[in-house]
């Protein structure tokens, strides 16, 4: 296949241009935009050369993984992989140090790209080994893995209260929410899993509504509902963050990111869990930066490990879809993707610099109530635009779902049922059993 490195830097310039727009709008995920775009390509191939078509949608995927901290910190509508720096951000925001926060991912997504540049030599040699290793046994790990999340949400309480059974309902009641979410969530995607609830043509889309409503709509709404003032955001001209404190972020939060981009239903949100608590990483500046490189290793890296020659690492539905489309893959190809890689990251970091200043003025001027109802109307409009009427009512129940941990202070990650239940069923062969019992099909 023809290799045109001018086109390839010429595309992916466009692609940050593009994804730079569509990243700062709440709950728009690029990979619903990059479905449009390759259906688009299906019909009307001619107005995007082949050659350069994965080269565009990296930029895309880079430019968004660093880009997405801005609605997720400052508007309040993450997804499934920006769902821990939303916390430690909100705190960032109450002390004025919102800007702190998002330059603190920014910089973690920078290093999250040099972390895969280092981990070069391993994607051509252990990693397809580790993974042909592990495919087989997926299944039971995914199971480990939902356990896990489940036992991380153990009692907290304070012992506040005078009784004994005042004590014990006080720490029972993140748990208790935190299996309930997590049972509700898996139901609810045994039912999106094994019914076409979307319409046919916008099928690629159908899990979108779950988790627009799983994950951004409760916490808009929280925003709305508390009336909360957002102090005023200090433009700080340095961070205090130090070279050790990075190397430990890097290493956290890049083997998080590297657990979600090999396996599937690993997201980034999964991944930092476990490498944060594997790492025992309890300084909130590590905390933050490090779901920085964790995200950008997961959205990049996934994608990147589909130009590995040997055995194609990559995992997702981008993946599956473009792999018949573009077949021709080689080293240079894989270094062509690195170097877009890089590229887009640092055109993105810059591009967060000024959009975070932008978003600060604006939630100054305008009160964050009326911008938080506003990002409402546009979650609804986008899912609505999406997957139609249905896609509403399934977003509806998946907010009323992700309330839940909202409400009670569990997890927002025990969400995730949504995902892990059906898929891991599925592997271990009785999902269609389970859901047959249950009456879905």
Same mark, same amino acid.
């Given at each position: 296949?023809? !290799? ?5 830097? /010429? ?5 940050? +241009? ?19 775009? +390759? ?66 991912? *920014?910089?973690? =997504? ?11 030599? !391993? ?45 014990? !309902? ?18 609810? *995607? ?15 889309? =159908? ?8 994950? #951004? ?27 050790? /404190? ?15 981009? /090999? ?22 500046? +590590? ?15 996934? !994608? ?15 993946? #599956? ?23 887009? *990251? ?96």
């Amino acid at each position: 296949m023809e !290799f045109n490195l001018i086109a390839i830097i /010429l595309y992916s310039l466009i692609g940050v +241009i593009i994804a730079s727009i569509l990243s700062i709008v709440p709950a728009l995920h690029i990979y619903n935009v990059i479905g449009v775009i +390759i259906l688009a390509y299906l019909k009307f191939g001619a107005f995007i050369p082949r050659e350069v078509l994965p080269f565009l949608l990296m930029s895309m995927v880079v430019t968004y993984s660093i880009l997405n901290t801005i609605p997720s910190l400052f508007l309040g509508a993450p997804d499934d992989s920006t769902i821990f720096v939303v916390l430690p951000g909100q705190k960032y925001m109450l002390y004025g140090k919102g800007y702190e926060a998002s330059v603190l991912t *920014g910089m973690g =997504g920078l290093l999250g790209i040099f972390f895969l540049v280092i981990l070069t030599p !391993f994607s051509f040699t252990i990693l397809p080994k580790v993974k042909q290793i592990i495919s087989p046994h997926l299944f039971w790990i995914l199971g480990l893995i939902a356990v896990y999340i489940i036992m991380s949400e153990w009692p907290k309480g304070t012992e506040r209260a005078a009784s004994t059974w005042g004590r014990f !309902f006080e720490a029972w009641r993140g748990l208790g929410a935190g299996f309930l979410t997590f049972a509700l969530s898996g139901f609810l *995607g045994l039912i999106v899993f094994n019914k076409t609830l979307v319409p046919l043509q916008s099928s690629f889309q =159908g899990i979108m509504p779950v988790f627009v409503g799983l994950f #951004a709509i409760p916490w808009v709404l929280l925003n709305i509902v508390s009336k909360r003032e957002i102090p005023e955001q200090y433009i700080s001209k340095s961070i205090d963050f130090n070279a050790d /404190l990075a190397v430990r972020g890097t290493l956290s939060g890049g083997f998080g990111g590297l657990l979600a981009a /090999l396996f599937p239903i690993v997201t980034g949100g999964v991944g930092g869990l476990l490498a944060g608590h594997a790492t025992a990483q309890r300084d909130e500046r +590590i905390f933050v930066f490090s779901q920085g490189v964790s995200k950008t290793v997961y959205y990049g890296g996934a !994608f990147l490990f589909f130009f590995v020659p040997a055995g194609r690492l990559g995992k997702g539905g981008l993946v #599956a879809i473009l792999g018949p489309i573009y077949t021709s893959l080689t080293s240079q190809e894989y270094f062509a993707a690195l170097a877009v890689m890089l590229i887009s *990251g640092g055109i993105s970091f810059f591009l967060l610099l000024q959009y975070s200043k932008l978003i600060i003025k604006l939630v100054r001027k305008v009160n964050y109530q009326i911008v938080s109802g506003i990002v409402l109307v546009i979650l609804y409009i986008i899912v609505f635009a999406f997957a139609g009427p249905v896609g509403l009512l399934i977003a509806t129940v998946g907010a009323a779902i992700g309330l839940l941990p909202v409400l009670f202070g569990s997890r927002r990650l025990n969400c995730m049922g949504v995902l892990l239940v059906p898929i891991t069923l599925n592997m271990a062969g009785i999902g269609p059993k389970i859901a047959s019992a249950l009456g879905i099909i």
